[in-house]
T-cell receptor, first 115, second 113 residues
Framework: DSGVTQTPKHLITATGQRVTLRCSPRSGDLSVYWYQQSLDQGLQFLIQYYNGEERAKGNILERFSAQQFPDLHSELNLSSLELGDSALYFC??????????????FGPGTRLTVL | DAKTTQPPSMDCAEGRAANLPCNHSTISGNEYVYWYRQIHSQGPQYIIHGLKNNETNEMASLIITEDRKSSTLILPHATLRDTAVYYCIVRVGWGGSNYKLTFGKGTLLTVNP
């Protein structure tokens, strides 16, 4: 158990719909990362938040957005869903003290299926 | 971040050492080598990281060549639970503001009974 929680575990929805994935980081971790894992693209970085502010963006579509709340939990919003958005979505957290490497702890993921 | 090259798959007998190679010939001076693994569809798990010295922890050992262009992850006594995809990642260790991990295809290690 990494200490990172993600809900829901599974999500099945239809094309065109909007969903929200939730992540609670480990206690004390200020940084949250979102990753997408699909069969054809592998594990890809989407976006990072640090203490409530967006810090970096990766290959995140404009239909996707995220935020980190004052209690440090984060939500990833996916809208106008397409079949190709079906994937595992992982959240990871780390301390990010800025003084060197801090390992990232990954949650169990949310499996999104778009029908 | 520097690119890494790993074999797509490897087999290992249970109880034997598993040696997973990684090439990172374009690594820069401030880039570390990190290893993560992912057991079927679970979240990736950190294993170990290093800069230029060999490192060991309770999970594995990391051997980095003197020129830092390649490294080997060693699982000293592989068990069936070590069957997973192992990712070698090269990334800045300090001085940055974004510590995202760039995953390649990794090596699927299969430990056989």
């Amino acid at each position: 158990d990494s200490g990172v929680t993600q809900t829901p575990k599974h999500l099945i929805t239809a094309t065109g719909q909007r969903v929200t994935l939730r992540c609670s980081p480990r206690s004390g971790d200020l940084s949250v990362y979102w990753y997408q894992q699909s069969l054809d693209q592998g594990l890809q970085f989407l976006i990072q938040y640090y203490n409530g502010e967006e810090r970096a963006k990766g290959n995140i579509l404009e239909r996707f957005s995220a935020q980190q709340f004052p209690d440090l939990h984060s939500e990833l919003n996916l809208s106008s869903l397409e079949l190709g958005d079906s994937a595992l979505y992982f959240c990871a957290s780390s301390v990010e003290t800025g003084g060197g490497y801090n390992e990232q702890f990954f949650g169990p993921g949310t499996r999104l299926t778009v029908l | 971040d520097a690119k890494t090259t790993q074999p797509p798959s490897m087999d290992c007998a249970e109880g034997r050492a598993a040696n997973l190679p990684c090439n990172h010939s374009t690594i820069s001076g401030n880039e570390y080598v990190y290893w993560y693994r992912q057991i079927h569809s679970q979240g990736p798990q950190y294993i170990i990281h290093g800069l230029k010295n060999n490192e060991t922890n309770e999970m594995a050992s990391l051997i980095i060549t003197e020129d830092r262009k390649s490294s080997t992850l060693i699982l000293p006594h592989a068990t069936l639970r070590d069957t997973a995809v192992y990712y070698c990642i090269v990334r800045v260790g300090w001085g940055g503001s974004n510590y995202k991990l760039t995953f390649g295809k990794g090596t699927l290690l299969t430990v056989n009974p």
